[in-house]
T-cell receptor, first 117, second 110 residues
Framework: NAGVMQNPRHLVRRRGQEARLRCSPMKGHSHVYWYRQLPEEGLKFMVYLQKENIIDESGMPKERFSAEFPKEGPSILRIQQVVRGDSAAYFC???????????????FGPGTRLLVL | RKEVEQDPGPFNVPEGATVAFNCTYSNSASQSFFWYRQDCRKEPKLLMSVYSSGNEDGRFTALLNRASQYISLLIRDSKLSDSATYLCVVTGGATNKLIFGTGTLLAVQP
């Protein structure tokens, strides 16, 4: 059973370009979370999606950032007109559909390291 | 005030030592608590969930004090392979999003 997959693992962009980060959840998972880890900082929640729906985007910057999780295919985190401050590791996590009355464990992908020149 | 606070360390300990990490959280409504481990430039991995009654997994013991909003992790008989950053994590809000502390760096010395 493959884990959470993210690609690319490393992405270099120049200021003003667009960055697209992809996340494929674990098999059987339809809940996807995106987190960002700035250099020397902790992980910060960005957005929570289920298939075709954004459930919680309270951690997303108001401009330039968007996320989607289509019915088919991976979840995409899109950053338009990147700036140097967007350089960070972006982690995706997924959890299962099964409601057990508790909190489902989130499993993390290996991350995409974005460097903006 | 940060939602989850941890001592950043580093904690430098010899092999075989016992080490304890502490963490406080600000939201009394938080429902679930975890310790994750993060190796350098890798993804966080779940070490253990933390239950109100306390729980143990081999050399690791986690404790939760809801009244004081305090979580701890105890590692006994430290191994070199325990060297990592330990992240205190709580859930926030109704959507199960994880709120991370900045982590405590542990370096186990031979």
């Amino acid at each position: 059973n493959a884990g959470v997959m993210q690609n690319p693992r490393h992405l270099v962009r120049r200021r003003g370009q667009e960055a697209r980060l992809r996340c494929s959840p674990m098999k059987g998972h339809s809940h996807v979370y995106w987190y960002r880890q700035l250099p020397e900082e902790g992980l910060k929640f960005m957005v929570y999606l289920q298939k075709e729906n954004i459930i919680d985007e309270s951690g997303m910057p108001k401009e330039r950032f968007s996320a989607e999780f289509p019915k088919e295919g991976p979840s995409i985190l899109r950053i338009q007109q990147v700036v140097r401050g967007d350089s960070a590791a972006y982690f995706c996590a997924s959890s299962s559909d099964t409601w057990t009355g508790g909190v489902e464990t989130q499993y993390f992908g290996p991350g995409t390291r974005l460097l903006v020149l | 005030r940060k939602e989850v606070e941890q001592d950043p360390g580093p904690f430098n300990v010899p092999e075989g030592a016992t080490v304890a990490f502490n963490c406080t959280y600000s939201n009394s409504a938080s429902q679930s608590f975890f310790w994750y481990r993060q190796d350098c430039r890798k993804e966080p991995k779940l070490l253990m969930s933390v239950y109100s009654s306390g729980n143990e997994d081999g050399r690791f013991t986690a404790l939760l004090n809801r009244a004081s909003q305090y979580i701890s992790l105890l590692i006994r008989d430290s191994k070199l392979s325990d060297s990592a950053t330990y992240l205190c994590v709580v859930t926030g809000g109704a959507t199960n999003k994880l709120i991370f502390g900045t982590g405590t760096l542990l370096a186990v010395q031979p």
